[in-house]
């Protein structure tokens, strides 16, 4: 299925731009075949839903689409202010406006040319041929770089769980949680989440697969407010959402558990060095 520049594998799961492929996860790429397999027609929110989930999964359905629709169209280069592919219909659901060619066969592979002894002239144009391969190359590798470098990392920011005891310090995660996100929001390089109400739930029921998958997220951060006989006790957790490792964490204590600007400071370097390494 081709549309644009694009060629859509639906059976191996897969975008390419140009002959390039794009990263495009599972559940943007089952957004995007559900579109695309209806060009021109409506597609409501509530359908978009019933295919992504079944009634037995239990996810916040309306950030879960949200941001698989907001990295389609990151992916597509798209926009919803001026859509050349996919259409937001307010409170309605969503249209695929591009057109699209389901039976367009792939270009065949011209056939090689048969073998000509080389003469002085053919052997002289090999240089000038040498440099314009060689350049197509470089050319490649940065285009690849550069799409690499505008692709953003997303971020979900787990609600900072208060388990001092103490319910007055809820106000203090809260406040801890937003200006984390605020802070993280900063760098164009993140697309950073945190009001999905899977966020919010009970450090109990917190299922870090699931609000990876929900959000399509990349990696999440999550943090516990602590009261030891010692004192205040802030510890945050840099987590990659894929396999659940823990790339980075780090313990505040007294003063500085409590300090919205040592918490940022520290947990913005501390992200930072751990996607940079």
Partial sequence: MRFGEFTVDLRAGEVHRNGIRIRLQELPFRVLAELASRPGEVVTRDELRARLWDASTFVDAEAGLNTAIAKLRDALGDSAESPRFIETLPKRGYRFIAAIDKDLPLAPLPLAPPTVPATPRSRSLLGPVFAA????IVLVTIVVAMRAATHKITIAVVLFHNETGRSEMDALAQQLTDATVIALAQNPRYAVIGNAAILRTPRIFTDLKQIGETLQADYIVIAQ???????????????????????????????????????????TAGIKQSLDK
């Avoid at 391969?133 to 197509?136: D, G, I, N, Q, S």
């Avoid at 010692?230 to 840099?238: C, D, I, N, T």
């Fill in 225 to 267: 407010l602590q009261n030891p006989p010692e004192g205040q006790v802030l510890r945050v957790h840099f987590i990659r959402a894929a396999d659940q490792q823990h790339l980075w964490a780090r313990t505040l204590t007294g003063t500085d558990a409590t300090t919205e600007s040592r918490v940022v400071a520290m947990v």
């Fill in 133 to 136: 391969a060689t350049l197509l």
